[in-house]
């Protein structure tokens, strides 16, 4: 049973430019969440989704941050124009279903670098 | 508003001597607690989990955690640590409904030889 699967795994962008990063959660996983985690800190929710919906986004940027989990394929949280601060590394993980005895197994992340 | 926090942000620690990393959380309904380890350049791997029953929780490579409420704590500890666990280890919390993860800061752990 393969793991949270996250691609690309460094993804490099210039100011301005749009990054798109992947998530393909576990067999049998219907919820995803994004996390971000600045250097040198700890991970910080952004969004929750199942399948078409968007559960919980309390934690993502008001402008240029936006999320989809569709019908078909993996979550993509997308990144518009990117910014210096946006440099981080983003981690996606999924669980079977939402409650709070549900655990949360994570990708390896994408290593966003912006120049 | 739920918080972690995790006071220390370096241990070292010698090769086979014991470790105790503390986290101490903020929340006004029972906590549902979790332990993670990211080695560097890596993803987060679970450690131990606390959803209720037994306040004494045992996790993988020989780490366990303990649950106190009285003192809003769970803190992990590995009574011999191996080089293998340098590591940056932290401490989450997560609510029943929405199970959005609040984590600590990170402790980061150096094993001396």
């Known amino acids: 049973n393969a793991g949270v699967m996250q691609n690309p795994r460094h993804l490099v962008r210039r100011r301005g430019q749009e990054a798109r990063l992947r998530c393909s959660p576990m067999k049998g996983h219907s919820h995803v969440y994004w996390y971000r985690q600045l250097p040198e800190e700890g991970l910080k929710f952004m969004v929750y989704?199942?399948?078409?919906?968007?559960?919980?986004e309390s934690g993502m940027p008001k402008e240029r941050f936006s999320a989809e989990f569709p019908k078909e394929g993996p979550s993509i949280l997308r990144i518009q124009q990117v910014v210096r601060g946006d440099s981080a590394a983003y981690f996606c993980a999924s669980s079977p279903q939402a409650g709070g005895t549900d655990t949360q197994y994570f990708g390896p992340g994408t290593r966003l670098t912006v120049l | 508003a739920q918080s972690v926090t995790q006071p220390d942000i370096h241990i070292t620690v010698s090769e086979g001597a014991s470790l105790e990393l503390r986290c101490n959380y903020s929340y006004g309904a029972t906590p549902y607690l979790f332990w993670y380890v990211q080695s560097p350049g890596q993803g987060l791997q679970l450690l131990l989990k606390y959803f209720s029953g037994d306040t004494l929780v045992q996790g993988i490579k020989g780490f366990e955690a303990e649950f106190k409420r009285s003192q809003s704590s769970f803190n992990l500890r590995k009574p011999s640590v191996h080089w293998s666990d340098a590591a940056e280890y932290f401490c989450a919390v997560g609510k029943a409904a929405g199970n959005k993860l609040t984590f600590g800061g990170g402790t980061r752990v150096l094993v001396k030889p």
């Open positions: 989704l199942q399948k078409e919906n968007i559960i919980d």
